[in-house]
């Protein structure tokens, strides 16, 4: 059966540090991956999503990165984290485009 | 622990319709719940949250503390229904924030 890990739980970081949260699937190959963040107050957006190694769609300008080494990796970045960043990060992944969305446990990221 | 369960994966009515997709949850603490809705070819939005208590697109979802349920219903369906539709919790576990999302529903509205 399908898996997907989503890694760390919570997080605290200082302005100006930098950020990476990874996610992985297992059991299918070739997945949909997404990156979505709640903001407080706010529905989910979406940030990127990848339809395979390398492809990265990016869906709104700001200060997050995401890349896709491998075929069920899914990274999010940043160099230097504002504080607008702080929210809660879901990666999900999905076999082909209208499938269902499978969620991670989710981050939430808390920045300083 | 948080959970969200949508019963039913795939659920099929036809045009002018009552429909109702069902959406139980498990949490200890008060909830806040969600419905998104993903319609083929685009990305993943949100309906409706229960503390706004509003009607979007003709759906309504009442939160019953009683039998934890957050059931959507529209009284009439249409074609353009036709979606998956997530329900979600957002909760405190272990002192963190957190999104828990159900499964989802397929939802299709036949002419």
């Known amino acids: 059966s399908q898996t997907i890990h989503q890694w760390p739980a919570t997080l605290v970081q200082p302005v100006g540090s930098p950020l990476s949260l990874e996610c992985t699937v297992e059991?299918?190959?070739?997945?949909?991956l997404y990156w979505y963040r709640q903001a407080a107050g706010r529905g989910l957006q979406l940030l990127f999503y990848s339809v395979g190694i390398g492809q990265i769609s990016s869906e709104v300008p700001q200060n997050l990165s995401a890349s896709r080494p491998q075929d069920r990796q899914f990274i999010l970045s940043s160099k230097k984290l504002l504080l607008s960043d702080s929210g809660f990060y879901l990666c999900?992944?999905?076999?082909?485009?209208?499938?269902?969305?499978?969620f991670g446990n989710g981050t939430r990221l808390t920045v300083t | 622990a948080q959970r969200v369960t949508q019963p039913e994966k795939l659920l099929s009515v036809f045009k002018g319709a009552p429909v109702e997709l069902k959406c139980n949850y498990s949490y200890s603490g008060s909830p806040e719940l969600f419905w998104y809705v993903q319609y083929s070819r685009q990305r993943l939005q949100l309906l409706l949250r229960?503390?706004s208590r509003e009607s979007i697109k003709g759906f309504t979802a009442d939160l019953n503390k009683g039998e934890t349920s957050f059931h959507l219903k529209k009284p009439f369906a249409q074609e353009e229904d036709s979606a998956m539709y997530y329900c979600a919790l957002s909760g405190t576990q272990g002192g963190s924030e957190k999104l828990v999302f159900g499964k989802g529903t397929k939802l299709t509205v036949n002419p």
């Open positions: 059991g299918t190959s070739n997945p949909n």
């Open positions: 999900a992944w999905s076999t082909y485009r209208d499938s269902p969305l499978h």
């Open positions: 229960h503390i």
